[in-house]
Nanobody, 125 residues
């Protein structure tokens, strides 16, 4: 059974950092493009970042310079390092994976087949 499990969320003060993890089971994550998305209360899900199978990365403008995406082949896990957190970064963060994207890196949720259950990030003083 293909499964993605996010972890690493929590309550953090503005300016703080978190590292979100996306652990895959039942498949080799290295063969998939990975996307990170977030959904704030009352808002639609937003694509935040992606990394292609070949390592191409992309970030939405609001997080450029603050977020980093990576993957660890040995651990079959992807990561989203989020720094200089702002209250507007609050939301449920989801990772997603898709094998059909080949070398592309996209932040369109409709392009991803497999999803995790999400991890809550709350930025508040």
């Amino acid at each position: 059974q293909l499964q993605l499990v996010e972890s690493g969320g929590g309550l953090v003060q503005p300016g703080g950092s978190l590292r979100l993890s996306c652990a895959a089971s039942g498949f080799t994550l290295d063969a998939y493009a990975i996307g990170w998305f977030r959904q704030a209360p009352g808002k639609e899900r937003e694509g935040v970042s992606c990394i292609s199978r070949t390592g191409i990365t992309n970030f939405v403008d609001s997080v450029k310079g603050r977020f980093t995406i990576s993957r660890d082949k040995a651990k079959n896990t992807a990561y989203l390092q989020i720094n200089s957190l702002k209250p507007e970064d609050t939301g449920v963060y989801y990772c997603a994976a898709d094998r059909r994207l080949f070398g592309r890196c996209v932040t369109n949720a409709n392009e991803y087949e497999y999803w995790g259950q999400g991890t809550q990030v709350t930025v508040s003083s």
